[in-house]
């Protein structure tokens, strides 16, 4: 048990440094910074929801830099087809047989940038490789690496060229950010070179591969006792009663959610503080049932309102 405690500790220690290394990079978005590694410790997937140029790509190198694994971006278009996302098969003239030529989703860390902007056809072929972490091709299995994180970004919706993001798509998103522009004082070290893509370069890797799948690990093993399991089910309840769409899998992603921030904590087991924490960032892409709009403001107040509505008690 000391020594289960002891290497837990140890994977914290590591993650705090990476946090570090990447509030130096993406600087005067420090909770951002924060919530994009929860997501990851979670398990989950992030869409950024922003205008060009306020530093979803820098965040997204950034990140693979202290993983230490391998970054690919996809430029979303509207001619982008599968097989330039996911691979090929390939015919081998010497040996009369086909070989697989993974694609770019075959990396730990990729940035799909416009990602409405993908037709649905492309975008269907993500449905599969965002949960089960692997692409099926001609009866054939290839496994995704791990970890295998995926960051997204959208413009908004009325925006020419575009396609709406289905909900079975929107559900693969354990959370939504929107990074916005920097401080005055952020934007400052930008320019002077002090931070950005000016010192992504010389971010070291803070851990191993294997360190960040046992953090994952960790993470999962975060206590959950019946009572805020509870108030778990009286927050979705109450989502659900209004008209929002909260599936089982939102659920759970957002649980995973609360259960990483717990973990970066230091803390053994998940309380409603952690819960609400997360709760808008976890549930504000997904919208309601009659909702495609990009703007989020609005759901955010939906669901604040919510959190101050519900009680607490552990009585149902």
Same mark, same amino acid.
């Given at each position: 048990?000391?020594?289960?405690? &002891?290497?837990?500790?140890?994977?914290?220690?590591?993650?705090?440094?990476?946090?570090?290394?990447?509030?130096?990079?993406?600087?005067?978005?420090?909770? &951002?910074?924060?919530?994009?590694?929860?997501?990851?410790?979670?398990? #989950?997937?992030?869409?950024?929801?922003?205008?060009?140029?306020?530093?979803?790509?820098?965040?997204?190198?950034?990140?693979?830099?202290?993983?230490?694994?391998?970054?690919?971006?996809? /430029?979303?278009?509207?001619?982008?087809?599968?097989?330039?996302?996911?691979?090929? /098969?390939?015919?081998?003239?010497?040996?009369?047989?086909?070989?697989?030529?993974?694609?770019? $989703?075959?990396?730990?860390?990729?940035?799909?940038?416009?990602?409405?902007? $993908?037709?649905?056809?492309?975008?269907?072929?993500?449905?599969?490789?965002?949960?089960? #972490? /692997?692409?099926?091709?001609?009866?054939?299995?290839?496994?995704?690496?791990?970890?295998?994180?995926?960051?997204?970004?959208?413009?908004?919706?009325?925006?020419?060229?575009?396609?709406?993001?289905?909900?079975?798509? $929107?559900?693969?998103?354990?959370?939504?950010?929107?990074?916005?522009?920097?401080?005055?004082?952020?934007?400052?070290?930008?320019?002077? #070179?002090?931070?950005?893509?000016?010192?992504?370069?010389?971010?070291?890797?803070?851990?191993?591969?294997?360190?960040?799948?046992?953090?994952?690990?960790?993470?999962?093993?975060?206590?959950?006792s019946d009572a805020v399991l509870d108030y778990i089910e009286k927050i979705v309840a109450q989502i659900r009663k209004d008209g929002g769409f909260c599936s089982t899998r939102a659920i759970c992603q957002w649980l995973s959610l609360a259960k990483a921030e717990a973990w970066i904590q230091g803390q053994r087991f998940v309380t409603p503080d952690h819960l609400q924490d997360t709760l808008l960032d976890a549930m504000a892409h997904r919208g309601r049932m009659d909702d495609r709009k990009l703007n989020r403001e609005d759901i955010?107040?939906?669901?604040?309102?919510?959190?101050?509505?519900?009680?607490?008690?552990?009585?149902?």
């Open positions: 048990m000391y020594e289960s405690t &002891h290497e837990t500790s140890l994977l914290r220690d590591r993650v705090l440094v990476a946090l570090n290394s990447l509030t130096k990079v993406v600087v005067g978005k420090d909770s &951002h910074v924060r919530r994009a590694l929860a997501v990851l410790l979670s398990g #989950g997937h992030l869409l950024l929801e922003d205008l060009p140029g306020v530093g979803k790509t820098t965040l997204a190198r950034a990140l693979s830099k202290v993983l230490g694994g391998r970054f690919q971006r996809v /430029q979303g278009t509207n001619d982008l087809l599968p097989s330039d996302l996911l691979g090929a /098969q390939l015919w081998e003239a010497a040996t009369q047989t086909f070989r697989f030529q993974p694609g770019p $989703i075959f990396a730990n860390v990729i940035l799909l940038d416009e990602l409405n902007r $993908i037709g649905p056809k492309t975008q269907s072929a993500l449905l599969e490789v965002m949960v089960e #972490g /692997q692409v099926t091709m001609d009866h054939s299995t290839h496994p995704l690496p791990e970890p295998f994180f995926v960051i997204a970004t959208q413009n908004p919706t009325d925006h020419a060229g575009t396609f709406p993001l289905p909900e079975s798509q $929107i559900d693969r998103f354990a959370a939504v950010l929107h990074l916005g522009y920097p401080s005055q004082e952020a934007e400052r070290r930008i320019l002077i #070179g002090e931070a950005g893509l000016a010192v992504l370069d010389g971010l070291e890797m803070a851990m191993s591969l294997g360190d960040w799948v046992a953090a994952k690990k960790a993470v999962s093993q975060i206590n959950v955010r107040n939906v669901f604040k309102k919510i959190i101050m509505e519900v009680p607490v008690g552990w009585k149902p």
